[in-house]
């Protein structure tokens, strides 16, 4: 168990409509991370977030946004999803932004029907 | 950009035969080097890392050695056991020369590997 927790598990939903996904960080850590995993992109940076700012951004569609709170959890929004958009998120933490050890919580599974 | 190329897979071995997954890297800068393992439904662990030129990462029996020349980073294990079989990911973080990483993490397709008994 890495400390990182991220609700819900599995996701279903249909093609247009709005989704967020939620990452809780290890106690301490103040940076977070989002990754995607697809089987035709494998796993891919999103972004990342320090103490509640955005730090760094990758490979993330437009419809994708994401934040993190005063209490340091963040969330990732994913609206007029496409079935390619189907993918395994993965949120990570590590203490600062720099830090060479990133955590991964144990992934949501969305599924776009 | 930066990139990571692991060798292909599915990797089939029988449990005590030897490893080795291939990775290659281009990065500019001075790049953290890491080796993921994914193990069925659960997220990435950290197996091991190497920060710079000729480290040798190692963990679990697994090492890896960080060898500039060649732009490489291949995990090896002498002897492989059944409670193995999982995904590897290599992947790299760019670092400045004070060895400050800048965080985000790329990645390498991932390569299966399987152990029988």
């Known amino acids: 168990d890495s400390g990182v927790t991220q609700t819900p598990k599995h996701l279903i939903t249909a093609t247009g409509q709005r989704v967020t996904l939620r990452c809780s960080p290890r106690?301490?850590?103040?940076?977070v991370y989002w990754y995607q995993q697809s089987l035709d992109q494998g796993l891919q940076f999103l972004i990342q977030y320090y103490n509640g700012e955005e730090r760094a951004k990758g490979n993330i569609l437009e419809r994708f946004s994401a934040q993190q709170f005063p209490d340091l959890h963040s969330e990732l929004n994913l609206s007029s999803l496409e079935l390619g958009d189907s993918a395994l998120y993965f949120c990570a933490s590590s203490v600062t932004m720099t830090s060479m050890e990133q955590y991964f919580g144990p992934g949501t599974r969305l599924t776009v029907t | 950009g930066d990139s990571v190329t692991q060798m292909e897979g599915p990797v089939t071995l029988s449990e005590e035969a030897f490893l080795t997954i291939n990775c290659t890297y281009t990065?500019?800068?001075?790049?953290?080097l890491f080796w993921y393992v994914q193990y069925p439904g659960e997220g990435l662990q950290l197996l091991l890392k190497a920060t710079k030129a000729d480290d040798k990462g190692s963990n679990k029996g697994f090492e890896a050695t960080y060898r500039k020349e060649t732009t490489s980073f291949h995990l090896e294990k002498g002897s492989v056991q059944v409670s193995d079989s999982a995904v590897y990911f290599c992947a790299l973080s760019e670092a400045n020369a004070g060895g400050t990483s800048y965080g985000k993490l790329t990645f390498g397709q991932g390569t299966i590997l399987t152990v029988h008994p």
């Open positions: 106690s301490g850590d103040l940076s």
């Open positions: 990065a500019t800068g001075y790049p953290s």
